[in-house]
């Protein structure tokens, strides 16, 4: 069982930038891929960005590449979403998930997810 605990969300006005991170129980960490989802309200939980279990490869909703970066550090159990140039259609819960292997654009691909990290963005 991985356990993940996100943090670092919060209130950022629309251009700045947070960092979210994603810490996980696990000390097999690396050997699953990471991925990271958002849920706005009133809308489905989306893809935003995904790293591989090195962290070599990553993906990212076409919309948001260039302002989200991923980036995991396998010796401390964490991965990071960096959000630059944040605007108010950014405004979600933000989800970290581990995935054993699969199409990691996809949720069925994870097999253990966080609670959720709020993040707003005020225009």
């Known amino acids: 069982q991985v356990q993940l605990v996100e943090s670092g969300g919060g209130l950022v006005q629309a251009g700045g930038s947070l960092r979210l991170s994603c810490a996980a129980s696990e000390r097999t960490f690396s050997s699953y891929a990471m991925g990271w989802f958002r849920q706005a309200p009133g809308k489905e939980r989306d893809f935003v960005a995904a790293c591989s279990r090195s962290g070599e490869n990553t993906y990212y909703a076409d919309s948001l590449k260039g302002r989200f970066t991923i980036s995991r550090d396998n010796a401390k159990n964490t991965v990071y979403l960096q959000m630059n140039s944040l605007k108010p259609e950014d405004t979600a819960i933000y989800y970290c998930?581990?995935?054993?292997?699969?199409?990691?654009?996809?949720?069925?691909?994870?097999?253990?997810w966080g609670q959720g990290t709020q993040v707003t963005v005020s225009s």
């Open positions: 998930a581990a995935s054993p292997g699969g199409v990691l654009r996809k949720e069925r691909a994870y097999d253990y």
